[in-house]
């Protein structure tokens, strides 16, 4: 059995929201106040995530198990979890399944070493500018140093490559891109750039707003010189060489250059819900049949199903295209 849909793509790669909760308000993803948090007998508990991870693994065929949020570092029990992933045997018997992390990095300092130890992998760390006080306009805290810090913590522990997710926003940070390039080159990081999406919670998203792919792409060309990289394969960021090397950058273009045809991702929300698009508006029940007392076998079954059901893409230049009902906090990125 395996995570296939009816136009013949395979899910490998599971991102598991372990929270919805998250300790910054980002414009692009939270209102400053007022946003109801999932309730606690709703979120699945370690014992549940570590059983459904373990079936996708060990009997769907995932190989690579990304954890996100909300902040996933809210979680407390966070480092067993990574573990007891790490545990895992892949389906085929080749090793223990690929971890990563999604994460607003505030906490990383004093956590970095303990999760590496613990079988993560590497992470991405989100990061729209270079200055302090546009990062406090953006995310309503001030905490851009505490990033900083867990970025450097992240690499010392040896969680790399280190890669910085940014979002570039209009009267923010627009005309930012080749500073902040600049700024990730110097320590190593991998910058990736990220256009925009309508998944924010007081669905205030607009299209004419939104900066697209190609415009972050003509801004940071006018300070360096990108040459596209071949073999993207599954992964959602079309990569390029940046002034001939070492160092790369990433572009997400979701909206205007979507990649569906390749996807290879399914998530598990925190409540235990699977959504087999980041902008499904459908979800199937795992949570229920988990404490109902089905069998591995017949969640899998169940899993295997609602991944059959998958949109041939995403539809959001299509008119009839409606937000999801859930934010970007409650899915997981």
């Known amino acids: 059995m395996e995570l296939i849909d009816q136009h013949d ?40 995530l570590v059983r459904l991870i373990s079936i996708g693994v060990e009997h769907l065929g995932i190989t690579d198990v990304r954890f996100t949020g909300g902040e996933p ?27 990563a992390m999604t994460s607003n990095g505030l ?6 070493k303990a999760l590496a130890e613990a079988g993560l ?15 406090a306009r953006i995310t309503r805290r001030d905490r851009w140093q505490d990033v900083v810090d867990g970025l450097a913590a ?31 080159m110097e320590r190593d990081y991998e910058l990736r750039f990220i256009e925009q999406m309508p998944l924010d919670a007081q ?29 993207r394969g599954s992964a959602p960021a079309e990569k390029f060489l940046v002034d001939d090397g070492p160092h790369t950058v990433g572009i997400i273009g979701s909206v205007t250059r979507p990649f569906c045809g390749d996807c290879n991702r399914v998530r598990l929300t925190a409540d235990g819900q699977i959504l087999n698009c980041l ?24 899993w295997a199903a609602a991944m059959m059901t998958k949109l041939p893409g995403h539809g959001i230049n299509d008119p009839s295209f409606l937000q999801s009902s859930r934010p970007m906090s409650a899915i997981g990125g």
């Open 203 to 231: 669905h205030g998203w607009s299209r004419a707003q939104m900066i697209t792919a190609d415009e972050t792409l003509g801004l940071i060309s006018e300070e360096f010189t990108l040459t596209p990289l071949e073999g």
């Open 279 to 302: 902008f499904a508006r459908d979800e199937s029940d795992l949570r229920a049949p988990l404490r109902d007392g089905a069998s591995d076998l017949e969640i899998a079954e169940r």
């Open 73 to 99: 570092l809210l979680r407390k029990g966070l480092p067993g979890l990574i573990s007891a992933t790490k545990a895992m045997t892949l389906r085929d018997g080749s090793g223990s399944p690929r971890t």
């Open 9 to 48: 793509r395979i899910a490998t790669d599971l991102r598991v929201s372990l929270t919805d909760r998250c300790n910054l308000r980002c414009q692009y993803c939270m209102p400053a106040e007022g946003l109801e948090w999932m309730p606690t007998d709703q979120t699945l508990t370690d014992d549940e």
């Open 154 to 184: 992240a690499q010392d522990a040896g969680l790399g490559p280190v890669k910085v997710n940014a979002v570039l926003l209009r009267e923010h940070n627009e005309t930012e891109g080749p500073a902040l390039l600049r700024w990730c």
């Open 121 to 135: 992998d590497r992470v991405n760390i989100s990061l729209d500018t270079t200055d302090a006080e546009v990062f």
């Open 107 to 112: 906490g990383l300092k004093r956590t970095a």
